[in-house]
């Protein structure tokens, strides 16, 4: 095995289950990451039993890890800054049932937003989120699982909160748009920042505020200079794209399939 094994995220297209492992591995894609959203409490998606036979089955077919699982809308709702208690129980238990999930299909990391609604914004948010996110990492180290961040934080303000959280199995999920996008951070220099805490790799791209609207090296994030970063680093694991290829801005320069490829070639090229 490599240095690096790239992959894709569910959300990136439209194919899941056994169609999505087809396509990781027709483009020689190494793993998958995939998103639990609220359909898991009414038994769809990977709520469903047949769905989750259907990913451990096309798993092993294809040669395709499952990477792992994120709760992809927690951040519409908040355990940060709940507006009332019914937020607050669904943000949780969001959180909760993926875990669970994670050891159902062998995942060795889950991937917990703290963005948007569940943002941190100021001190109360800031000891809400290290209240929780001790609780869940607890939960999840318990069943053999580490809890990685996506933040939208400088580098001082993350090393804040890992301290407040003092957990080792406590990583950073790094993007490499999203920071940018917010703020205009350069990202080359937030992944240097924070290589020695980083145990996982969102890639996309985009123009300005847009997130994930141009192909990798199209947009103005600096999609390069971050890839050299990483090169220069003692990163070792995953690099999962998670450019979303039905945006408006890309969706007419072919299909879903010829997109992720070219951005498969892009990583390959640069950092094979």
Same mark, same amino acid.
């Given at each position: ?34 998103? !639990?959203? *609220?359909? @898991? ?7 469903? $039993?047949?769905?989750? /036979?259907? &990913? +451990? ?71 809400? !989120?290290? *209240?929780? @996110? ?7 180290? $318990?069943?053999?699982? /580490?809890? &990685? +961040? ?90 999962i794209i998670e450019n979303v290829y039905g945006k408006p801005t890309v969706c007419c320069m072919g299909s879903e399939k010829e997109l992720l490829a070219k951005d498969v070639e892009t990583l390959h090229r640069v950092f094979d």
């Open positions: 095995m490599g240095r690096f094994q790239y992959g894709v995220c569910e959300w990136s297209v439209r194919a899941r289950g056994k169609e999505l492992c087809k396509l990781a591995a027709d483009l020689k894609l190494d793993c998958i990451q995939l998103g !639990a959203g *609220e359909e @898991i409490f009414a038994g769809r998606g990977l709520g469903s $039993g047949n769905m989750l /036979e259907e &990913y +451990l089955a096309a798993s092993e077919k294809y040669g395709v890890k499952i990477e792992s699982l994120s709760p992809q809308f927690v951040d519409q709702y908040s355990f940060t800054m709940p507006k009332n208690i019914s937020e607050e129980q669904i943000a949780v238990e969001l959180v909760n049932k993926t875990i669970e999930l994670c050891t159902v299909l062998g995942c060795h990391y889950f991937l917990l937003p703290i963005l948007c609604k569940n943002d941190i914004c100021d001190g109360q948010s800031f000891h809400k !989120a290290v *209240e929780y @996110i001790k609780r869940f990492s607890d939960k999840a180290g $318990g069943k053999g699982i /580490e809890t &990685y +961040l996506e933040l939208n934080q400088n580098a001082s303000q993350i090393h804040d909160l890992l301290d407040a959280v003092d957990d080792p199995a406590v990583k950073i999920f790094f993007d490499s748009q999203n920071l940018y996008a917010h703020n205009g951070t350069s990202m080359a220099r937030h992944f240097s920042e924070l290589a020695e805490f980083i145990g996982g790799i969102h890639l996309k791209d985009g123009a300005g505020s847009v997130l994930s609207g141009s192909l990798l090296g199209e947009g103005t994030s600096g999609f390069f200079k971050t890839a050299q970063a990483i090169i220069n680093s003692d990163y070792s694991g995953s690099l």
